[in-house]
């Protein structure tokens, strides 16, 4: 997983894109103000790329586009506003060199864009929760799966801690010393039965399965936590285990085979009636319990059904 990739998205998603729309505004003014201040020789159109750079962190697609264009408007109108004077050659040279690197920089950023939306996209569409946690134990991202499972948005959890997320006793430790707890746990895995509760928005408590690396951006170390809902598959192992216990302490004999016939459970009281112990039977055809009182086309009707699924 592209560790990195994600604490930066979590980073910037924090940003108000109306608050990024407004310093564009700005800053375009401010530049083209300057421009008009420039001799004609002065490529100081060539900050018009602080407008590129600033719309690939606006979330809409199209904005990237939009501010190349209009950095190549305020070039061109700054270009035959300005005072006169400047050697020709020159001044088209850095007129064609700020359009170049405007329009270079305009598409690179929205190549990175797209391949930032697809990973993005990726990592929100997966069901597990994955969650981005500085070394502060605060939350730097919180995709949709995380969403589904705690009934938190993004917004409402992104820069709080991370213990939050958590049931008693965990919630009241601090964050840092639960990701050093989790990181001294061989392979980063703790499966639920451990004890590792989860709480969601509405207080139910419920057991997770956290999956805990590291990653270090910028110098500065961050943790990727990856987080799943094991309630259902800890109900469905409950349930298998409540049906094992009727089967073995049922009072009649009970035999489990394949569907080609072969024997692969039988409980006790089957040993115990037919005599047979459990390993002498186990990968056997039931024929060995023939009596020879029985018909053989009451034989193939039970071998028919048992080889149809039926019961």
């Not at 530049?31 to 100081?44: C, E, R, S, Y």
């Not at 009636?273 to 034989?299: C, F, M, Q, W």
């Amino acid at each position: 997983m592209d560790t990195n990739g994600l604490k930066k998205a979590g980073r910037w998603d924090c940003l108000n894109p109306s608050l990024l729309v407004g310093i564009s505004i700005i800053l375009a003014i401010g530049i083209f103000i300057l421009d008009l201040t420039m001799p004609p020789g002065v490529a100081a159109g060539a900050l018009y790329l602080i407008l590129v750079l600033i719309g690939y962190f606006v979330p809409w697609w199209f904005y990237i586009y939009l501010v190349a264009v209009l950095a190549t408007i305020l070039v061109i109108i700054g270009y035959y506003t300005s005072p006169v004077g400047g050697v020709a050659w020159v001044e088209y040279t850095n007129l064609g060199l700020t359009l170049f690197a405007i329009w270079v920089t305009a598409i690179f950023g929205s190549y990175l864009k797209r391949k930032e939306s697809g990973f993005k996209l990726a990592i929100n569409s997966a069901s597990d929760g994955i969650i981005c946690v500085n070394n502060l134990g605060k939350i730097e991202s919180f995709n949709g799966g995380a969403e589904k499972i705690f009934g938190y948005s993004a917004e409402e959890a992104i820069g709080k801690d991370f213990a939050f997320l958590l049931s008693t006793p965990y919630r009241e430790k601090h964050d840092t010393e639960i990701l050093r707890e989790l990181e001294r746990i061989e392979a980063g895995l703790i499966a639920g039965e451990t004890g590792i509760k989860a709480q969601h928005s509405n207080g139910t408590v419920f057991p997770v399965e956290l999956i805990v690396s590291k990653s270090s951006y910028a110098g500065t170390l961050t943790f990727i936590v990856i987080i799943r809902d094991i309630s259902e598959r800890i109900q469905t192992a409950d349930r298998i285990n409540t049906l094992s216990r009727v089967v073995t302490q049922s009072p009649v004999s009970v035999i489990i085979t394949d569907i080609n016939g072969n024997i692969e459970y039988v409980n006790p009281k089957f040993t115990e009636a037919s005599g047979y112990a459990y390993d002498e039977v186990i990968g056997k055809n039931p024929r060995i319990l023939k009596s020879g009182d029985t018909p053989p086309e009451e034989y193939k009707n039970l071998w028919d059904t048992i080889k149809s699924g039926g019961q």
